[in-house]
Every structure is written in structure tokens, then in C-alpha cells.
């Protein structure tokens, strides 16, 4: 088995991304809003079989269930697939980065919510464990993203974006109905990726093969896309996964690579009052492959949506208001002409 390296492909320099002028492929899957909260994990392993787990309270009911699965050198996805718990899965494409992005780099998904919610609802909360097979040594491994309700929670949204990384870089926006107060008690913002055929050395002490992301036009980490994610006691294709999980701490600003975990807090780069958040992520060497970002923010908020329209100051009429006056206006004028002209 030849180890993902430094060698396989070149390293470029990354693209200057103008505002907004990105082109996604890592675009809006599900957007939940309420009193909502949010579980990660991610697994891979060479043996095909192990443990991938859900962290949800006592009390809370799952929403929704997704199951991801990251492949290399498998476009079509001949023979992926495998079980959760006992139960076949089969998984749909998410899509493939083109090239010159290397290896046929895809991820797949499925809804396991039939499979995930009776496990929990009325389980006695915490963390859940569920076993997991796959079925083709072209898999790296699988991320499970579960949403749950728990009345206790404040409002909040959880965001789910996937598809693959776009070798320029993808730009996502977060925008909400009102401007965000970072002061307020309990405010939170954080985002948490997965990423494919991530691979930066044993033990997560390489260099190069790593993604960049930006959060509000500051550089967060040089460094995501190390395979922490890997079951086993060394790396190869197979097992070259990771995803910011609920056991993983947040990631400190420009981490090394075996100190960034995939999982960041965005609250320093909010300013208070601003309306949206935007995240522009990028893989220079063009062979790992970001194909899920989960983000849970307090508060409603679109997830990739156009910002909210702006209200106009009380007492000045919107232009569509100003509009049907002037129309109002003519009317009058022509009904006055009219009557002059029958005096």
C-alpha cells in the first residue's frame, strides 16, 4: 500500500480569491434552526470495520442522521458501501474534484436518521456508540453528523454544507436576520470540517499537504488535514480521514499540524454588529478533499443566503413606498387638469 505523500502531487501556490468570487462546490445541504444542537465524529481504519460515535443529552430527539463516506481513486464509487449498526448502506455521490486535483477524490452520503433516531430518543443520553463496516479498501473512512432537539437549548442554527473542495478554494457565507451581539451571555459560533485523503506525515508532523482556511479575511490555521482521525497504529490509504469531532477541542489560532483538529471557534473573528460571517477554505496541494463544514451559531441564520435586506430608518418610505406615492401624485395632477378643462 503506497502512503499518501509530498510526492504524489506538486504544490502550488494557492489562488488569490476575490470577495464572493469563489466558485463553491462545498454548497448548502440542510439548514436546522430552534432549539437545536449538533454531533461530529469521524472514523476510518485499513480494516474496514470499527466505531463511530454520536454525542447526544439525556432528553433530546435526533432531527436528522447523515453518514458520509470519503473515497480516493473512485470516482464512480464501484463497491463503497458497508453497514451502521447491522443495517446495508447505500450511499449517493456528493460529487468528484476535478482535475488537476489528484486521485478521483469523492464522498458520498446517506440518510441514516431511520437508523440513528430509535437508538437515542429516549436513550439515556450521552455518548453512542455504533458499529460501522465498509466494503472497498478505496474508502478512507466515514463522518456521522447527528441534529438534535433539546428544549433547554437557546436558539441556534446548524448549518451542513458538503460536496467536495473546489482546487481554487470555496467561500461560504453566513448571514443573519439581525446584527450579531458578541457580547451577549452564551453567544457562540463554530465550525467543524471533513476532510479526505488527509495525510501530513506519522503522527501528524509533515508538512505541505495541508488545507487553509480564512474566517472574515484572517487566516485561522495553515494546517487543517491531518489524518487524526485514523483507527489504526499507522497511516495508508484507507484510513486517511479527519473531522472536527464532538471530542475534539477547539483548534488554537494558526495551529500546527498535529495541534489542528478541524474543530474552530469563529467568535474572535465576529465583529459585534455584523450581519454574517464568511469562510473561504483552500487546499494548495490539491489532494485533500474538504468535502463536509458543520456550523453552529447562535442565533437564525442563512446558511450560503443572501444577506437580509436592509430596513429603512423609521419614517422614510422603502423606494417602492416613494414609487406609488409618486404615482398617487400624477393622478391627482391629471384629475385636476381634467376638471379645469370641463369648468
Known sequence: MKIKSTLMVAAVAAA?????GAQA????????????GVSTDGWGSTTQAGVISASVPVGATVRAAYLYTSTNNNGALTGVGGTLAGNALSYSSIGTIPSPACCSLTAARMDVTSIVKP??????????????????????????VVVFDLASLATSTVGILDGFAVVTGDTTSINFT????????????????????????????????????????????NNAGCND??????????????????????????????????????????????????VVTSNASRDDNIFLAVF?????AGVNAPPPTPVPPTGVPEPMSLSLVALALLGLAAQRRAAKRKG
Open 25 to 36: 462546490a462545498l454548497t448548502a445541504f440542510q439548514t436546522f434552526v430552534g432549539n437545536v
Open 178 to 221: 439581525d446584527p450579531l451581539n458578541t457580547t451577549a451571555a452564551g453567544f457562540f459560533a463554530e465550525m467543524r470540517l471533513g476532510i479526505g485523503f488527509s495525510f501530513n506525515g506519522t503522527g501528524c508532523t509533515g508538512s505541505g499537504q495541508t488545507s487553509t482556511i480564512n474566517v472574515n479575511g484572517t487566516r485561522i490555521t
Open 119 to 144: 437508538r437515542i430518543d429516549g436513550g439515556v443520553g450521552g455518548v453512542y456508540n455504533f458499529n460501522i463496516t465498509e466494503t472497498s479498501s478505496s474508502q478512507d473512512g466515514s463522518a456521522l
Open 229 to 278: 482521525d485514523n483507527a489504526d497504529a499507522s497511516a495508508g490509504n484507507g484510513n486517511l480521514i479527519t473531522v472536527g469531532g464532538f471530542d475534539d477541542p477547539f483548534s488554537p489560532f494558526l495551529p500546527s499540524v498535529a495541534a489542528d483538529k478541524e474543530r474552530y471557534n469563529l467568535v474572535p473573528q465576529i465583529a459585534n454588529g455584523s450581519t454574517s460571517i464568511t
Open 296 to 300: 453552529h451559531v447562535s442565533g437564525i
Open 16 to 20: 488569490t480569491l476575490a470577495s464572493g
